[in-house]
């Protein structure tokens, strides 16, 4: 794409941008939660693009103005300003574009939103579920890193040790568009701590990561939903098991199950199991649209394909290796500890390449 073009495209979204700016103090558009929402994500993602294209603008401005002094000034001292301000302005011009070429491309809109994390455990019995406990730690271990706050809704423990399965939500900023790209089959190879002859094994877990439907992204009729009320036990501590507490959900309609018995209040166990049923009826048409994105992309990077082997864990190496990539370090302890940015900033940047290469710009 040529610059006029480019800066062409910019002032287009630039008039878009000032519109929303004021469609969202319209008292219809605020009475209108759903549009309100929707025109108020927009704004923001078209805020970066004004911010860019400013900046742009001057860069190309300023190296027009260094060229004139070049070609017209004979004072030394300017004529030497003027060439340290056209290299500075030409090494950033490239990168800049860049970052416009990515902000030009419609994002997620999925991404913004906070996520249902659900962690399985799956070949390997009892080292399986150890391993998805250890999954498990190193996520809540990440998201604190990050800021983001981690609510556990339903838990089956292992006979051993870690769990058979855990759900739990993650909330903060950008929280989906981070950690989608954990979903899938992760292989753990190491020596468990039930084998006698110190022989490695292969175990299983499955990472699903769903983006949290917000109210107005579904509608769901009270008289679609059965209500199960039941006492909680393991996870919660004793105190769980004295009163019916725990909520189970199901949608008719779907079948979609979902419970919660996190909580000792019934009220708020109901409503964290509402926002997780909320969630996988939409993550169903969700599904359709990563589908769709699975079958344009060679790598898959973050397509939600469960079934995907996307990582393995050797502990006898020391090594990560995340196989959608072919990208492998060896600070396995780091790793499992929470020091997971680098590999996830290398799936942003390969996801980036392939969408900017789709997107022909």
């Known amino acids: 794409m040529s610059r006029t073009s480019l800066i062409?495209?910019?002032?287009?979204?630039?008039?878009?941008?000032?519109?929303?700016?004021?469609?969202?103090?319209?008292?219809?558009?605020?009475?209108?939660?759903?549009?309100?929402?929707?025109?108020?994500?927009?704004?923001?993602?078209?805020?970066?693009?004004?911010?860019?294209?400013?900046?742009?603008?001057?860069?190309?401005?300023?190296?027009?103005?260094?060229?004139?002094i070049l070609e017209h000034e004979s004072d030394s001292e300017l004529r030497e300003m003027a060439k340290e301000e056209l290299d500075d302005s030409m090494l950033c011009l490239p990168c800049l574009e860049e970052e416009i070429k990515l902000l030009l491309i419609p994002s997620d809109p999925q991404d913004s939103k906070n996520a249902i994390v659900e962690i399985r455990g799956g070949t390997g019995g009892d080292e399986a579920a150890i391993f998805a406990g250890d999954l498990y730690k190193m996520y809540s271990k990440y998201c604190e890193s990050k800021g983001w706050k981690v609510s556990v809704t339903g838990v089956s423990e292992g006979t051993i040790g870690g769990f058979k399965e855990i759900v739990f939500t993650v909330t903060g900023e950008n929280v989906y568009g981070t950690l989608k790209y954990e979903s899938g089959v992760h292989r753990v190879?190491?020596?468990?701590?039930?084998?006698?002859?110190?022989?490695?094994?292969?175990?299983?877990?499955?990472?699903?990561?769903?983006?949290?439907?917000?109210?107005?992204?579904?509608?769901?009729?009270?008289?679609?939903?059965?209500?199960?009320?039941?006492?909680?036990?393991?996870?919660?501590?004793?105190?769980?098991?004295?009163?019916?507490?725990?909520?189970?959900?199901?949608?008719?309609?779907?079948?979609?199950?979902?419970?919660?018995?996190?909580?000792?209040?019934?009220?708020?166990?109901?409503a964290k199991a509402m926002v997780e049923l909320r969630s996988r009826i939409y993550n169903r048409e969700y599904q359709k649209y990563l589908d769709e994105i699975a079958s344009k992309r060679k790598t898959m990077v973050s397509t939600g394909d469960r079934s995907?082997?996307?990582?393995?864990?050797?502990?006898?190496?020391?090594?990560?290796?995340?196989?959608?990539?072919?990208?492998?370090?060896?600070?396995?302890?780091?790793?499992?500890?929470?020091?997971?940015?680098?590999?996830?900033?290398?799936?942003?940047i390969a996801e980036n390449a392939e969408r900017l290469k789709e997107s022909e710009l």
Do not use: W
Request: charged share 30%; aromatic share 6%.
């Open 189 to 270: 190879q190491r020596v468990p701590v039930t084998e006698t002859q110190g022989r490695v094994h292969t175990s299983a877990a499955t990472v699903a990561v769903l983006p949290e439907a917000e109210e107005f992204d579904v509608d769901i009729k009270e008289s679609d939903i059965r209500v199960d009320i039941f006492c909680a036990s393991g996870h919660g501590g004793q105190s769980v098991n004295t009163t019916y507490s725990a909520i189970r959900l199901v949608h008719l309609p779907t079948g979609i199950s979902v419970q919660c018995q996190d909580e000792k209040s019934q009220l708020k166990n109901k």
């Open 8 to 68: 062409e495209k910019l002032d287009a979204l630039v008039v878009r941008f000032e519109e929303t700016g004021k469609l969202i103090t319209d008292p219809e558009v605020i009475a209108d939660m759903k549009r309100f929402v929707k025109l108020n994500k927009e704004y923001r993602d078209l805020e970066k693009i004004a911010v860019a294209r400013n900046k742009y603008k001057q860069i190309l401005i300023a190296i027009e103005e260094a060229k004139s």
């Open 308 to 348: 995907a082997k996307i990582r393995t864990y050797n502990y006898p190496q020391g090594r990560v290796t995340d196989h959608r990539i072919n990208y492998t370090v060896y600070n396995l302890q780091a790793f499992v500890g929470g020091d997971i940015q680098g590999v996830i900033d290398q799936l942003i």
